[in-house]
């Protein structure tokens, strides 16, 4: 199924319609879903959701991709690797990335499965630290979020690096100055930006994620491969308590959730909808919660 010609919030809805009518086992979220989360979700908790739930490093914008991903799939055997590529890809598409399905292409999404996934973690970081560790500050959540997922004892664990960059001319709006005599300090470029609107976007750069696959028998993996698409393709804090919201990010606390929830659908649209240089993050979560409530409110009625 692709999603060229339609909009990204009728793509979703299709995406996430075909999800729901796909599951043969009930979902005992559905009743809360339709008829208490429309009501009870007020754009409080809607901009709650993308402070919280999409979070970025911190003092910066939530990134997205810009354009094209590439998904690479290691350790799975070839059917379930080629399902949740095909799963990443569909709901990119959905929300207007193009993603690269040749074999060879670069890939910038990273998924492992692993029956030992901390050795596999440390493994990776000591073959290519850069990627966890660039030599840019703020790109990442820190090293106390690295501790967390080197150690993590969650079912999938994710890695998140991004990058400010112009929103011209693509490049790293990052600037070393002198802050003392013999150290270089590095800070974000702001040039010719309004009291509106800014000049610098945040992109996703790369994305590591790992499944524990001993945590996973049980799990429909249709649902596994929405909850690795969302983490793929929007920023997300493992360290977040998502509970009080309605996200596939609960899918192993709340067993029966069949994959992407309408509020997450809602978020995706917003957040590769809204602006791609707001002046800050806080400007930028309202503008993604504003998105949400309208995209809500059209679902809603069309549905009456």
Same mark, same amino acid.
């Given at each position: 199924?692709?999603?060229?010609?339609?909009?990204?919030?009728?793509?979703?809805?299709?995406?996430?319609?075909?999800?729901?009518?796909?599951?043969?086992?009930?979902?005992?979220?559905?009743?809360?879903?339709?008829?208490?989360?429309?009501?009870?979700?007020?754009? +409080?908790?809607?901009?709650?959701?993308?402070?919280?739930?999409?979070?970025? *490093?911190?003092?910066?914008?939530?990134?997205?991709?810009?354009?094209?991903?590439?998904? +690479?799939?290691?350790?799975?055997?070839?059917?379930?690797?080629?399902?949740?590529?095909?799963?990443?890809?569909?709901?990119?598409?959905?929300?207007?990335?193009?993603?690269?399905? $040749?074999?060879?292409? +670069?890939?910038?999404?990273?998924? =492992?499965?692993?029956?030992?996934?901390?050795?596999?973690?440390?493994?990776?970081?000591?073959?290519?630290?850069?990627?966890?560790? *660039?030599?840019?500050?703020?790109?990442?959540?820190?090293?106390?979020?690295?501790?967390?997922?080197?150690? $993590?004892? /969650?079912?999938?664990?994710?890695?998140?690096?991004?990058?400010?960059?112009?929103?011209?001319?693509?490049?790293? &709006?990052?600037?070393?100055?002198?802050?003392? *005599?013999?150290?270089?300090?590095?800070?974000?470029?702001?040039?010719?930006? $309004?009291?509106?609107?800014?000049?610098?976007?945040?992109?996703? /750069?790369?994305?590591?994620?790992?499944?524990?696959?001993?945590?996973?028998?049980?799990?429909?993996? $249709?649902?596994?491969?929405?909850?690795?698409? =969302?983490?793929?393709? &929007?920023?997300?804090?493992?360290?977040?308590?998502?509970?009080?919201?309605?996200?596939?990010?609960?899918?192993?606390?709340? *067993?029966?959730?069949?994959?992407?929830? /309408?509020?997450?659908?809602?978020?995706?649209?917003?957040?590769?909808?809204?602006?791609?240089?707001?002046?800050?993050?806080?400007?930028?979560?309202?503008?993604?919660?504003?998105?949400? &409530?309208?995209?809500?409110?059209?679902?809603?009625?069309?549905?009456?």
């Amino acid at each position: 199924m692709t999603f060229g010609s339609l909009s990204l919030a009728t793509a979703l809805a299709l995406l996430l319609t075909g999800a729901a009518s796909a599951q043969t086992a009930p979902d005992p979220g559905a009743t809360s879903v339709e008829d208490v989360a429309v009501t009870a979700a007020t754009r +409080r908790g809607m901009e709650a959701y993308a402070r919280d739930v999409g979070s970025g *490093p911190m003092g910066r914008l939530n990134p997205r991709w810009n354009d094209r991903i590439c998904v +690479r799939v290691v350790y799975m055997d070839a059917e379930h690797a080629v399902y949740l590529k095909d799963r990443v890809a569909t709901v990119a598409e959905a929300i207007g990335l193009s993603p690269d399905r $040749s074999p060879d292409c +670069r890939a910038d999404i990273s998924i =492992f499965a692993s029956d030992d996934p901390d050795a596999l973690a440390a493994e990776l970081l000591e073959a290519a630290p850069r990627n966890f560790r *660039p030599a840019l500050n703020g790109v990442t959540l820190g090293n106390a979020a690295l501790e967390a997922f080197l150690t $993590s004892d /969650a079912p999938v664990r994710w890695w998140q690096v991004s990058l400010p960059l112009m929103e011209d001319s693509g490049e790293i &709006a990052i600037a070393l100055k002198a802050s003392e *005599p013999g150290v270089m300090a590095r800070s974000v470029v702001v040039r010719n930006a $309004s009291r509106l609107r800014g000049n610098v976007r945040d992109d996703l /750069a790369a994305v590591t994620i790992i499944l524990d696959t001993r945590q996973l028998v049980g799990v429909p993996f $249709s649902a596994v491969s929405d909850y690795v698409a =969302f983490v793929a393709l &929007a920023p997300a804090d493992p360290r977040v308590d998502t509970e009080r919201f309605d996200t596939v990010l609960n899918l192993f606390q709340r *067993p029966g959730l069949p994959g992407l929830t /309408a509020t997450d659908g809602d978020y995706l649209y917003a957040l590769y909808s809204a602006s791609r240089a707001p002046i800050n993050a806080s400007v930028q979560a309202a503008e993604i919660a504003d998105r949400m &409530a309208t995209e809500r409110r059209r679902r809603v009625s069309a549905s009456e």
